[in-house]
């Protein structure tokens, strides 16, 4: 079957291509100032201080997750933007869009099973943001301390559109996902 056919899947490489884009992008964005920061003015105890510290967020079980999540309605994620934010992350609706015109029957949710994968994964995603939060706060903290208001301010908003929304997207999506697996919340311990 020719690759181009409108019945043909894209390959796993073809997937992490498309989606790599908009890692990589946000990746720059939110990264880059905070490695010139950290390299330019934070000295290296604070550096492994701050990274140890927020690395042990990694070790927070699932059933926490509830605690600190912002609604159970879909409608307070909607008024912060959450799904404009989908739009531009990787599995987001652009990339599936963009997938979808070479690729027309591919669906990166199509079972049950991908949709538990999702949730599962959407886990993980939020260990990995909430760890990055907390590390950019404290360097956010670090700069205002040292009188780097400037770079305060710019940690921070960066830290917002980094980390924060990031975080609220996987919750926004393991609310609309669960309704299609009801019984994911029994496999949060």
């Given at each position: 079957?020719?690759?181009?056919?409108?019945?043909?899947?894209?390959?796993?490489?073809?997937?992490?291509?498309?989606?790599?884009?908009?890692?990589?992008?946000?990746?720059?964005?939110?990264?880059?100032?905070?490695?010139?920061?950290?390299?330019?003015?934070?000295?290296?105890?604070?550096?492994?201080?701050?990274?140890?510290?927020?690395?042990?967020?990694?070790?927070?079980?699932?059933?926490?997750?509830?605690?600190?999540?912002?609604?159970?309605?879909?409608?307070?994620?909607?008024?912060?933007?959450?799904?404009?934010?989908?739009?531009?992350?990787?599995h987001g609706t652009l990339i599936n869009?963009?997938?979808?015109?070479?690729?027309?029957?591919?669906?990166?949710?199509?079972?049950?099973?991908?949709?538990?994968a999702l949730i599962g994964g959407s886990y993980h995603m939020e260990r990995?943001?909430?760890?990055?939060?907390?590390?950019?706060?404290?360097?956010?903290?670090?700069?205002?301390?040292?009188?780097?208001?400037?770079?305060?301010?710019?940690?921070?908003?960066?830290?917002?559109?980094?980390?924060?929304?990031?975080?609220?997207?996987?919750?926004?999506?393991?609310?609309?996902?669960?309704?299609?697996?009801?019984?994911?919340?029994?496999?949060?311990?």
């Amino acid at each position: 079957m020719p690759t181009g056919s409108k019945f043909a899947t894209p390959s796993p490489a073809v997937l992490a291509f498309y989606n790599a884009v908009p890692s990589v992008f946000w990746s720059v964005v939110g990264l880059v100032p905070l490695s010139v920061f950290c390299y330019r003015h934070l000295a290296q105890p604070w550096l492994y201080g701050f990274l140890m510290g927020s690395g042990l967020l990694y070790l927070i079980p699932k059933s926490w997750f509830r605690w600190w999540q912002l609604s159970a309605r879909l409608a307070v994620y909607r008024r912060l933007g959450v799904p404009l934010v989908n739009h531009f992350t990787q599995h987001g609706t652009l990339i599936n869009q963009l997938i979808r015109v070479r690729y027309p029957r591919y669906r990166h949710v199509g079972t049950r099973a991908s949709v538990r994968a999702l949730i599962g994964g959407s886990y993980h995603m939020e260990r990995f943001h909430l760890a990055l939060f907390v590390f950019f706060l404290l360097i956010s903290g670090y700069a205002a301390v040292r009188g780097q208001a400037g770079w305060a301010l710019l940690l921070s908003g960066l830290n917002v559109l980094y980390n924060l929304y990031p975080i609220w997207l996987q919750q926004y999506l393991r609310i609309r996902l669960g309704a299609a697996v009801p019984d994911h919340q029994a496999g949060q311990q």
